[in-house]
C-alpha cells in the first residue's frame, strides 16, 4: 500500500478542540459529536472515518456553522483556524468564512445544486461576493474552474440548470463552486456517494491534484477505508460520536489498536482471500447517542469487560502519533495473510 508522506509542518492551520454537538429530541440530548479533537496541517489531506450515524458529517457541519439550530446546538470546544475561533464568530462573520477559507463538498451532488439557477449563476455568486469580481469577470473565471474540474464544454454547460447533467458532471461543478475562491481548506463528505466506479477514481483524483496544484487541504470525510489507503495521510475512525483512534494511514492499516478498526478492516473484501470464504462482520447495531457509562462499543465488542462497560475509556497514546480509547488496546492484533 503506497500512502502520502506524513509532513512535519511549522504550524497546525485547522485546531479542533473538545468540539460538542448536541441535538434535543423529545426533551433528550443526542449527542452527535463528543469532545472531538483533532488537528489539519497545510497541504494535509485526513480522513474521517465510521459506519453511518458515527458523526463525520455533523462533524463536518458543525466546522462550517451550519448545524440547524434548533435542535441542534455546538455545546462547547473550540474550531480554532489559524487562531481564530470559529464557533464565537457571529453569522455575518461566519459567511465571509465558508466559501473563502472553508468550502464544503455536500454529500449529495443531485440535491445540493439549485435546480432554478443555472451552473453559471451558482458559481459567480460566490466570485462576486468573495472575490469582488465583476459579472463579466465571473463568468470567465467560471469557465476557467469547469475546464480545471474537467467539465466538458464549459462555455456551454454554464447555461444549463444541473438537470441536464449527469452525476459525475454534477459533482465536478459542486468541487468547482467549493474551490471558486482558493480556500485553505475543502471538507469532502462522501464526493463519490452514487457515483459509478469509474467516475469515483476521477473524483478523487480531481481533488488529490487540486490539493497538490493549490495547496488546500482537505478532510475527507468517507466509510470506504480504501479510499483512505490511497488518498489520506491520516485516519481518523469515529463511533458513536467519539474519536476512537487516530493515526497515520499506515499505522491505522498495519496496526490498529481498536476493535472497532479492526472489524472494518476484516470486512473489507480482499483478492487474496479465497472466495468462498464468508466475509467478517461486526456484530450488533450502532447505538442511540444518548450519553451512558462505559465505552459506546462494549456491547459490541468481543473483547468487552465488566470496565469497558462501566468507564469510559480516554484516548491515550499507544506510540508516537498513534492515540486509541481502549482498555484492551494491547490484545488487539490483525493478522495479515
Known sequence: MTTKPVKEKKSKLLEVRNLRTVFRKDDEDIIAVN????????????????ESGCGKSVTALSLMGLVPDPPGKIMGGEVLLEGKNLINLSENNMQKVR?????????????????????????????????????KEAIKEAISLLKLVGLPDPELRINEHPHKLSGGQRQRVMIAIALSC???????????????????????????????????????????????????????????????????????????????????????????????????????????????PGCSFAPRC????????????????SKKG?????????KVTRKLR
Open 35 to 50: 469532545n472531538l479533537s483533532f488537528d489539519l496541517n497545510p497541504g494535509e489531506i485526513v480522513g474521517l472515518v465510521g
Open 99 to 135: 466559501g473563502k477559507e472553508i468550502s464544503m463538498i455536500f454529500q449529495e451532488p443531485m440535491t445540493s445544486l439549485n435546480p432554478v439557477l443555472t451552473i453559471g449563476e451558482q458559481i459567480t455568486e460566490i466570485l462576486e461576493l468573495h472575490g469582488g469580481l465583476s459579472s
Open 182 to 292: 482558493n480556500p485553505k481548506i475543502l471538507i469532502a463528505d462522501e464526493p463519490t456517494t452514487a457515483l459509478d466506479v469509474t467516475i469515483q477514481t476521477q473524483i478523487l483524483e480531481l481533488i488529490q491534484k487540486l490539493t497538490k496544484d493549490i495547496g488546500t487541504s482537505v478532510i475527507l470525510i468517507t466509510h470506504n477505508l480504501g479510499i483512505l489507503a490511497r488518498y489520506a495521510s491520516k485516519i481518523h475512525v469515529m463511533y458513536a460520536g467519539n474519536l476512537i483512534e487516530s493515526g497515520s494511514t499506515d499505522e491505522i492499516f498495519y496496526n490498529p489498536k481498536h476493535p472497532y478498526t479492526l472489524g472494518l478492516l476484516n470486512s473489507v473484501p480482499r483478492l487474496d482471500f479465497d472466495p468462498k470464504m464468508e466475509l467478517s462482520t461486526i456484530l450488533g447495531e450502532v447505538p442511540d447517542l444518548t450519553l451512558k
Open 302 to 317: 468481543q473483547l468487552a469487560t465488566k470496565k469497558c462497560i462501566s468507564i469510559v475509556p480516554p484516548l491515550t497514546e
Open 322 to 330: 498513534h492515540m486509541v480509547a481502549c482498555w484492551e488496546s494491547s
